[in-house]
C-alpha cells in the first residue's frame, strides 16, 4: 500500500518538485500551500506523514502542528524550516514534531529522514509482544522481565531508569521533550523539573557505555534526548 504523505510548502517551484519526486518515489502527495488549507486537509485525509514548512502565510507551521497536536491528531510531522531558523525547529519539536529537515536540502537527505520516521511509526503500532525483548548492540533488554544486560552481564537500573530506557528505546531515533518524559515516566502530577530527566539520562549513559563505549542517549538541544542505538 502507498504512504500518504502532506506536503505543505508555500513556494510553487519548490512543491511541485518535492511532488514529482516522492511520487516517482511511490508516495501518494497531496499539497497545500498555507496553513489553513493544511489545517483541512490533515483533518479530513487520512494520512502517514505531514511535510510542513515553518514559513507560511498566516498561520504558521508551528502554529499548524500546535492546532493538530491539541486537537489529537497523531500523524507524524517533519518540519521543514530555513538553516538559520533553530528556534523554529526548536519550538516545533517541543510543540510535537518528530523530526526536521533544514533548507536547504537534498533529496536523499529528505527521503531518508521520512522512511526513519515511517518506520519509527510502523514499530510503535506493532503488536506489543513483539517489543518485549529489544537488542541494541551490547545491550539486550527484556521488557517482560525488566532486566538489562550490557556485554550479557546483567546491571542493577532503578524502577525509574528501567522504565525511561525501556520507553524510549521502543521507538529508537524519536526525540523526546523532558516534559513529555516528566509526564510519561513520573505522571503528570509530578512537581519535579527537567533536570531530573537529564540526571537519569546521565545515569542510564554510564550504566549502558560497556565495553563498546557507545552513547545511547543523544542530547538534542534546547528540546531533550533521543535514544540512539549503534546503528542509527
Known sequence: MRRRLLLVEDDPTLRQALTFNLTREGYEVSAAADGEAALEAARSQRLDLVLLDVMLPGMSGVEVLRVLRREGVTTPVIILSAKGDEIDRVVGLKVGADDYVAKPFSRPELLARIEAVLRRQRRETDE?????????????????????????????????????????????????????????????????????????????????????????????????????????
Do not use: C
Not at 513520573?186 to 512537581?191: E, R
Open 128 to 232: 506489543p509482544e513483539r517489543r518485549e525483548h529489544l537488542a541494541f548492540g551490547n545491550v539486550r533488554i527484556d521488557v517482560a522481565r525488566r532486566e538489562v544486560t550490557v556485554d550479557d552481564t546483567p546491571i542493577h537500573l532503578t524502577t525509574k531508569e528501567f522504565d525511561l530506557l525501556s520507553h524510549m528505546a521502543a521507538t529508537p531515533g524519536r526525540i523526546f521533550t523532558r516534559d513529555q518524559l516528566l509526564a510519561r515516566i513520573w505522571g503528570y502530577d509530578y512537581l519535579g523539573d527537567g533536570r531530573t530527566v537529564d540526571v537519569h539520562v546521565s545515569w542510564l549513559r554510564g550504566k549502558l557505555r560497556g565495553s563498546a563505549g557507545h552513547n545511547y542517549f543523544r542530547t538534542v538541544r534546547g528540546v531533550g534526548y533521543a535514544f540512539a542505538p549503534q546503528s542509527a
